[in-house]
């Protein structure tokens, strides 16, 4: 049994498989994590995802690791479906920024109804990469992100898949002028709504080396891929059933990441909701 004892292993169940039913009739999976946030004195969790992998979707349905007394059953797989899928998901209220959320709790009470409870870990919105903490990075950072790429994941024990990569453009600056960045990174279909962490490195080389922390810097929402044409463009990743979206193309491992201000951002427009 895994001892969730490290950053790294509670960074696996900070994600949650999307299995969908297409419109057309196909099935796809993407990504989605989980956001604790604090709007005024209240703390909320949310599932985060993107916009393109929830609104064109017939039915769909989250894929949780179970829990007893307080540690997680590996393998123990309960899968959540939720009807009305595409409605059920909160739309950033930008219709250009590609993110959605729900909230976790009434997911969680109907899991608890069903005799379960589940097992996560929630990236804490307080601690994620804004701003001013951009600046302290350098123009090529290692990265961390994790999902299920093309539908690959550990399916009997539930774990994702943990890749990694390198900024393509630095943090401090929003790539063609959107709250966005690109990684040097093998983003594939089914990647959609990966985490992406920045590896943060103790800069004072006196003292003992410590082992990096993992800030949380934003969500994969497309790649780069080169058309027949010849041109490099960008292009939402899909859910890993519809790679034949990219028949005749070639993915270039360039992927574009939606900055974590952007989460923040749809967190607050929901809260806000609530109190309004």
């Avoid at 024990?157 to 390198?166: C, K, V, Y």
Wanted: proline content about 6%.
């Amino acid at each position: 049994m895994m001892e969730i004892d490290s950053q790294i292993k509670r960074l696996l169940f900070n994600t949650l498989r999307v299995d969908v039913e297409l419109e057309d009739g196909g099935n796809g999976s993407g990504t989605a994590f989980i956001m604790d946030h604090i709007h005024g004195q209240r703390m909320s969790r949310f599932i985060v995802t993107n916009r393109h992998l929830v609104e064109t979707v017939r039915r769909g349905g989250l894929v949780f690791t179970q829990k007893r007394d307080g540690k997680p059953l590996i393998g123990r797989r309960f899968q959540l479906d939720i009807e009305e899928f595409a409605a059920a998901w909160f739309v950033h209220p930008d219709p250009a920024v590609d993110l959605a959320i729900v909230p976790l709790a009434p997911l969680e009470t109907a899991a608890r109804a069903l005799g379960v409870e589940l097992y996560y870990h929630g990236i804490d919105s307080r601690h994620t990469l804004g701003a001013p903490g951009m600046h302290q990075f350098d123009a090529l950072e290692d990265v961390l992100f994790i999902g299920y790429p093309s539908g690959i994941w550990d399916h009997v024990n539930l774990m994702p898949i943990l890749r990694r990569g390198t900024t393509a453009t630095p943090l401090a600056l929003n790539f063609e002028g959107r709250d966005e960045f690109l990684i040097d990174a093998a983003v594939f279909p089914g990647s959609s709504g990966s985490p992406v962490f920045v590896v943060e490195h103790e800069k004072n080389t006196r003292l003992r080396p410590t082992q990096p922390n993992y800030r949380f810097a934003g969500v994969v929402a497309a790649v780069f891929f080169r058309e027949e044409t010849n041109q490099i463009v960008p292009a939402p990743v899909p859910a890993s059933a519809t790679v034949a979206t990219f028949t005749g193309a070639e993915m270039v491992d360039l992927g574009l990441v939606i900055k974590a201000k952007a989460v923040l951002e749809i967190l607050d427009a929901y809260c806000a909701r609530l109190v309004g």
